[in-house]
Nanobody, 113 residues
Framework: VQLQASGGGLVQAGGSLRVSCAAS???????MGWYRQAPGKQRELVAS???????NYADSVKGRFTISRDNRKNMVTLQMNSLKPEDTAVYYC?????????WGQGTLVTVSS
């Protein structure tokens, strides 16, 4: 599975951005998620969504970010609202099923204060 991320960019604190990721083939049976990696920090899970639509969020983004999936388009989207400078990172999409795990190329989100 190849993943192509889009979106991201520069936004002021309090603003909103959306990042999307398109899979090259059907991913309806995969967990889909977004991770991020800030400079000097480890990659961390931001949000994930199961094949059935159950969602999971990092505590730091709960209430601000929303993950969704469109199985017809093989896409996963992360809507980010009320962005904070600490959300600045490279955001990576991921699809996984069992031992299989695929990563997108990453898209930079920069939140200015």
């Amino acid at each position: 599975v190849q993943l192509q991320a889009s979106g991201g960019g520069l936004v002021q604190a309090g603003g909103s951005l959306r990042v999307s990721c398109a899979a090259s083939r059907s991913s309806s049976s995969y967990f889909m998620g977004w991770y991020r990696q800030a400079p000097g920090k480890q990659r961390e899970l931001v949000a994930s969504i199961s094949p059935g639509g159950s969602t999971n969020y990092a505590d730091s983004v709960k209430g601000r970010f929303t993950i969704s999936r469109d199985n017809r388009k093989n896409m996963v989207t992360l809507q980010m609202n009320s962005l904070k400078p600490e959300d600045t990172a490279v955001y990576y999409c991921n699809v996984a099923r069992g031992v299989l795990s695929y990563w997108g190329q990453g898209t930079l989100v920069t939140v200015s204060s």
